[in-house]
């Protein structure tokens, strides 16, 4: 389980986090949501160590990760989808797919066929390169390379962004897969309430920094109005 507790987190003088609170379950989809600029990003980058935080704890089962570097959580199993997709538009798909070996043991570097079955239009393109496939192409193999990781925690921040209906659909089916497995904690960071709701076990609304919401999906349900009145402008 990931626990986050009471972090703050600065950029200058300027106070990002507010006593953020977040945990996430293996085998279940915690979804993050708010606004743009409210600090949905500012905790992703908290929780992978991209940045440090003032106060407060991070914890994975039990392990203080506060003050592990980038690479050494990532050792430990997670892995992030950013916003952007932020592939190599260079490199073919199989390149960037094989950038996800970084943290992996020697033995542990090959590409999972599995990650085919989840999206079979990145074997038919394994020598294409990146830079040449549409948004919705490029959003499947970043998280193809997230899943080549073996990740035990999962961060995809805003994975249906600028995304065609159809491909979000084959993401969503994909998100609820990995979760029903077992295998690792998901935190989705999302400002499409639907999409959200349809795959969220438990959520968080952020606004300014701070944590005013949190629930499970029969609250998201229940209280539908008053979680949309935070993500609108």
Not at 19 to 27: D, I, K, R, Y
Not at 28 to 38: A, E, I, K, M, S
Not at 59 to 70: H, Q, S, Y
Request: net charge positive; proline share 4%; hydrophobic share 45%.
């Amino acid at each position: 389980m990931l626990s986050v507790s009471n972090i703050d987190l600065y950029y200058g003088a300027s106070h990002a986090l507010r006593s953020v609170n977040l945990h996430a379950e293996v085998g279940q989809v915690t979804c993050v949501l708010g606004r743009n600029g409210v600090g949905k990003t500012s905790l992703m980058r908290a929780i992978l160590g991209l940045k440090a935080v003032k106060t407060g704890s991070i914890a994975w089962n039990g392990e203080d990760m506060t003050r592990l570097p980038v690479h050494e959580r990532a050792r430990r199993g997670f892995a992030i989808v950013p916003q952007g997709r932020e592939i190599f538009p260079r490199l073919s798909v199989l390149e960037n797919l094989q950038t996800g070996f970084a943290p992996l043991a020697r033995r542990d570097r090959n590409i999972p066929e599995e990650i085919f079955d989840l999206f079979p239009v990145l074997k038919s393109m394994l020598n294409r390169r990146g830079g040449d496939l549409s948004g919705g192409q490029q959003q499947q193999l970043a998280i193809g390379r997230a899943l080549v990781t073996r990740p035990k925690l999962l961060v995809l921040d805003e994975p249906t962004e600028g995304i065609q209906p159809s491909i979000i659909k084959d993401i969503e089916r994909v998100i609820r897969l990995l979760a029903d497995r077992g295998t690792m904690a998901i935190v989705l960071v999302e400002q499409y309430f639907d999409f959200a709701r349809r795959l969220a076990d438990n959520f968080i609304v952020m606004d300014r920094g701070e944590v005013v919401l949190a629930g499970d999906r029969a609250y998201m349900d229940d209280g539908e109005a008053e979680v949309r009145k935070f993500l609108t402008v």
